[in-house]
């Protein structure tokens, strides 16, 4: 399991074209691993140098919002999600561009503070690819579904570049 974590944060750095349509719920980290590549977390650290850790503040008036679903939504597994950010530009993870960055959902969990990086694990699902759809499949119930917005290397632009909405799953 620890390897498939390191493996899914480690290939959401790989930069390669963003596919929309890829499919990263919950239950995914082994095609995440297979439909990404890997890369040397060290060699994308050594590229950058240290001006790479210099953390952006998210553009002023900037927000992240779920296309789908709908607050309270009534839905049947899987669901779809279309994740949408509103002022910045959606990039692949692995360069820090200034206003840009990508999507994470974070399902039933609390959000990521500012310039924290978002962790890679059953809640925390990253779209280092730029994907800005994916279905989740969850357990029937109430979930919480947060939309987190990251820079290129995974640092949560904080509070508010985050929103939440309730669903439930049938």
Do not use: W
Not at 18 to 43: F, I, L, M, Q, R
Not at 117 to 140: R, S
Request: proline fraction near 5%; charged fraction near 25%.
């Amino acid at each position: 399991m620890t390897s498939i974590l390191l493996a899914s944060l480690l290939t959401a750095c790989s930069g390669e074209a963003a596919s929309p349509e890829a499919d990263h719920g919950e239950a995914s980290h082994e095609n995440h691993e297979k439909d990404h590549g890997a890369t040397d977390k060290h060699a994308e650290h050594d590229k950058h140098g240290d001006a790479a850790m210099a953390m952006a503040k998210p553009t002023e008036g900037a927000k992240v919002v779920f296309g789908e679903p709908a607050e309270g939504a009534k839905l049947k597994s899987p669901v779809k999600v279309v994740m949408v950010v509103e002022g910045m530009e959606v990039k692949p993870a692995g360069e820090l561009i200034e206003g840009a960055g990508h999507h994470h959902i974070i399902v039933d969990s609390e959000p990521v503070k500012f310039g924290e990086a978002v962790p890679a694990d059953d809640k925390h699902i990253h779209f280092g690819k730029g994907q800005t759809e994916t279905e989740l499949e969850l357990e029937p119930g109430e979930h919480t579904l947060q939309l987190q917005f990251a820079d290129g290397m995974h640092r949560s632009y904080g509070e508010s570049m985050t929103t939440q909405i309730t669903i439930v799953v049938e």
